[in-house]
C-alpha cells in the first residue's frame, strides 16, 4: 500500500527565516510526486511535479528535490503570503490519476 | 481561463439522506477525480471518470457513486448518509487519464450531516 508521511505537522517561521519541509514515501513503482499549496476554505493549488530521483524545480521562493525515498521543498526567505498548508502526494505507476496525500504541513510565516 | 467550478460550496443534510455534488472540469478537460478531505483522514480518493467511464476507484463504500457526462461534468452522490459523511469533497480535472498532466482542483463542497 502506498503511504506518504509528511513532517513536521506544524512549522513557525520569522519572515526571511529559510527552512524545509519533508515528504516521505513507500509507493509500488514512483510514477510521480507532487506538491500543493492549499490556503484555508480552498482546494490545493498545483506547485511542482517530480518524476525521478535528483530532479529539481523551483518556483520563486520554493524549491522542490526528489530522492528515491524522500522529497523536500525548501522555502528561501519565506513571507506571511507563504503561509499555508502544503501538500504532498504521490502517483503509482497502473494507478491511473489517483494520488495518495500526506497529511501536509502547516507553515505559518510571522512578519 | 475558467478553472474547476463545484456547486453547490455548502451543503447540510441529516442523517439517512442522499446528496449529489457537481463538478465542472476546466474546458478541454477530459478527466474528472473526486477526493474526500477531513481532519483526521486527510485527502482520499474516491474515483476518476474519463470519457464518461470509472477508470479508477478508492476505498470507499458502496454509497458512494459517481459518473460523468458527454461533456465531461461530473456528479458524485452519496447515499444513506452518515454522520462521518461530513467532509469537503473535491474534485480535480486534467487534460487525460493516465499521465502525468497537472491535476487542477475545484473549490470543493463542504457536506455537513448532522
Known amino acids: 500500500e502506498d503511504q506518504v508521511t509528511q513532517s513536521p505537522e506544524a512549522l513557525r517561521l520569522q519572515e526571511g527565516e529559510s527552512s524545509s519541509l519533508n515528504c516521505s514515501y513507500t509507493?509500488?513503482?514512483?510514477?510521480?510526486l507532487f506538491w500543493y499549496r492549499q490556503d484555508p476554505g480552498k482546494g490545493p493549488e498545483f506547485l511542482f511535479t517530480?518524476?525521478?530521483a535528483g530532479e529539481e524545480k523551483e518556483k520563486e521562493r520554493l524549491k522542490a528535490t526528489l530522492t528515491k525515498k524522500e522529497s523536500f521543498l525548501h522555502i528561501t526567505a519565506p513571507k506571511p503570503e507563504d503561509s499555508a498548508t502544503y501538500l504532498c502526494?504521490?502517483?503509482?505507476?497502473?494507478?491511473?490519476?489517483?494520488?495518495?496525500f500526506g497529511s501536509g504541513t502547516q507553515l505559518t510565516v510571522l512578519p | 481561463k475558467a478553472g474547476v467550478t463545484q456547486t453547490p460550496r455548502y451543503l447540510i443534510k441529516t442523517r439517512g439522506q442522499q446528496v449529489t455534488l457537481s463538478c465542472s472540469p476546466i474546458?478541454?478537460?477530459?478527466?474528472v477525480s473526486w477526493y474526500q478531505q477531513t481532519p483526521g483522514q486527510g485527502l482520499q480518493f474516491l474515483f476518476e471518470?474519463?470519457?464518461?467511464?470509472?477508470?479508477n476507484k478508492g476505498n470507499f463504500p458502496g454509497r458512494f457513486s459517481g459518473r460523468q457526462f458527454s461533456n465531461s461534468r461530473s456528479e458524485m452522490n452519496v447515499s444513506t448518509l452518515e454522520l462521518g459523511d461530513s467532509a469537503l469533497y473535491l474534485c480535480?480535472?486534467?487534460?487525460?487519464?493516465?499521465?502525468?498532466?497537472?491535476?487542477?482542483f475545484g473549490p470543493g463542497t463542504r457536506l455537513t450531516v448532522l
Open positions: 480535480a480535472s486534467s487534460l487525460t487519464s493516465g499521465s502525468l498532466d497537472e491535476q487542477f
Open positions: 509507493v509500488s513503482g514512483l510514477r510521480g
Open positions: 517530480l518524476y525521478s
Open positions: 502526494a504521490v502517483q503509482a505507476r497502473g494507478s491511473a490519476r489517483q494520488l495518495t
Open positions: 474546458s478541454g478537460h477530459r478527466s
Open positions: 471518470y474519463f470519457s464518461e467511464t470509472q477508470r
